[in-house]
Nanobody, 122 residues
Framework: QVQLVESGGGLVQAGGSLRLSCAAA????????MGWYRQAPGKQRELVAS???????NYADSVKGRFTISRDNAKNTVYLQMNSLKPEDTAVYYC????????????????WGQGTQVTVSS
């Protein structure tokens, strides 16, 4: 099995910062792209940021200039540094990773973390 273990969520005041971490563990041959999604109450899950193994990044327009995604390939870990947080950033944040569990697998499969709550007070 593959587990994505997230940490770092919490309650912060507007303008503050939080850093999320997500480590992929278990039976893993290779990890491809990793990313963070979020889902606010009553809204659809949306992409926040993603990063390839070569460190190419992609951000939602709403977080550009405030959030930074990074990864440690040796540890199969992805990070999300969130600065200048706003109340509208309040959501459950989910880690995502594309994983091949064995070398004979031809395709990557999506795995998700359990989610971590980020609450930004005004």
């Amino acid at each position: 099995q593959v587990q994505l273990v997230e940490s770092g969520g919490g309650l912060v005041q507007a303008g503050g910062s939080l850093r999320l971490s997500c480590a992929a563990a278990g039976s893993i041959f290779k990890v491809n792209a990793m990313g963070w999604y979020r889902q606010a109450p009553g809204k659809q899950r949306e992409l926040v940021a993603s990063i390839t193994t070569g460190n190419s990044t992609n951000y939602a327009d709403s977080v550009k200039g405030r959030f930074t995604i990074s990864r440690d390939n040796a540890k199969n870990t992805v990070y999300l540094q969130m600065n200048s947080l706003k109340p509208e950033d309040t959501a459950v944040y989910y880690c995502n990773a594309e994983v091949r569990r064995y070398n004979y697998e031809l395709r990557y499969r999506d795995y998700w973390g359990q989610g971590t709550q980020v609450t930004v007070s005004s």
